[in-house]
């Protein structure tokens, strides 16, 4: 069992910056591949980036070069640092953990709002 928290969401202004974290507790954090996914009001949940448990990333075209996803398994917490935020950034951030084997072992955080906007 994992228990996901995210944290750092907020109002900033487009060209700004925010840092998410996702802290888990509970089971072994290395053997999860982490991911951020995001919902916008009226649309479907997408994908942003991900991290295997090696950590090894994949981004989201929508995303690439302005967001960064990281790892620090000592600290079992999963970031994703986001630049040049534009108002189409605007959305619900999950963290998501996948246990690397097993992928019915499937977790999600509770969410943190983002919005970019003047």
């Known amino acids: 069992q994992v228990q996901l928290v995210e944290s750092g969401g907020g109002l900033v202004q487009p060209g700004g910056s925010l840092r998410l974290s996702c802290a888990a507790s509970g089971s072994r954090f290395s053997i999860y591949a982490m991911g951020w996914y995001r919902q916008a009001p009226g649309k479907q949940r997408e994908l942003v980036a991900t991290i295997t448990s090696g950590g090894s990333t994949n981004y989201a075209d929508f995303v690439k070069g302005r967001f960064t996803i990281s790892r620090d398994n000592a600290k079992k917490t999963v970031y994703l640092q986001m630049n040049s935020l534009k108002p189409e950034d605007t959305a619900v951030y999950s963290c998501?953990?996948?246990?690397?084997?097993?992928?019915?072992?499937?977790?999600w955080g509770q969410g943190t709002q983002v919005t970019v906007s003047e």
């Open positions: 998501n953990a996948r246990h690397i084997v097993d992928s019915r072992l499937d977790y």
